[in-house]
């Protein structure tokens, strides 16, 4: 049984469009978090979501949106694509915000 | 502020040598403690915590780390290297402010590299 799921795993897009990459965690926890790692393998944190309300907005730019419908699923929308939002995106989760975090497998997004 | 230092961003070892893997952080309350590993095209998983009490901490896969008030850190090591071994490693801080939010704060990572 997969803890932490996303998908899709692999996602390739041209610049200017509009992407979604879904996370769901079945470990009943209720911190999720999305992560974008670059090339140098530089982990920086996004956002992070606790019993679905936002907690943590890290400088991210407004093109990128989570939603998290209920506290198993935390969605990130991402709108206008530019280059440099290639990268591979975590999705995480936690019981609580201060203790061990499972990561999912990643999505890596090449945008053309 | 809280911040989290790897000193080396890739290391290389020699399969059967000692590992060690540095770790730093800046904190002015006791923070929570973490090691975790990241093996190609995977998402990180979780090697070892201090959270409290005994300040050395036994992870899997044989290695351990020991929290160090005085010096701040919180290196990570492994007796004896095996070619599985070879990962980036990210340490990681978090601790609860004021406000009752905790914030994660990782490492930039080390490579490590064994050698056969």
């Known amino acids: 049984d997969t803890a932490v799921s996303q998908t899709p795993k692999y996602l390739v897009t041209q610049m200017g469009n509009d992407k979604s990459i879904k996370c769901e965690q079945n470990?009943?926890?209720?911190?999720m978090y999305w992560y974008k790692q670059d090339s140098k393998k530089f982990l920086k944190i996004m956002f992070s979501?606790?019993?679905?309300?936002?907690?943590i907005n890290e400088t991210v730019p407004n093109r990128f949106s989570p939603k998290s419908p209920d506290k198993a699923h935390l969605n990130l929308h991402i709108n206008s694509l530019e280059l440099g939002d290639s990268a591979v995106y975590f999705c995480?989760?936690?019981?609580?915000?201060?203790?061990?975090?499972?990561f999912g497998p990643g999505t890596r997004l090449t945008v053309l | 502020a809280q911040s989290v230092t790897q000193l080396g961003s890739h290391v290389s070892v020699s399969e059967g040598a000692l590992v060690l893997l540095r770790c730093n952080y800046s904190?002015?309350?006791?923070?929570?403690l973490f090691w975790y590993v990241q093996y190609p095209n995977q998402g990180l998983q979780l090697l070892l915590k201090?959270?409290?009490?005994?300040?050395l901490v036994k992870g899997i896969n044989g290695f351990e780390a020991e929290f160090k008030k005085s010096e701040t850190s919180f290196h990570l090591t492994k007796p004896s290297a095996h070619m599985s071994d070879a990962a980036e490693y990210f340490c990681?801080?978090?601790?609860?402010?004021?406000?009752?939010?905790?914030?994660?704060?990782f490492g930039t990572g080390t490579r490590l590299k064994v050698l056969a």
């Open positions: 995480a989760s936690s019981q609580d915000a201060g203790n061990e975090q499972f």
């Open positions: 470990l009943g926890h209720d911190t």
């Open positions: 979501y606790n019993n679905k309300e936002l907690i």
């Open positions: 904190s002015s309350v006791p923070p929570y």
């Open positions: 201090y959270t409290t009490g005994a300040t």
């Open positions: 990681a801080v978090t601790r609860r402010s004021y406000s009752g939010t905790y914030k994660y704060i």
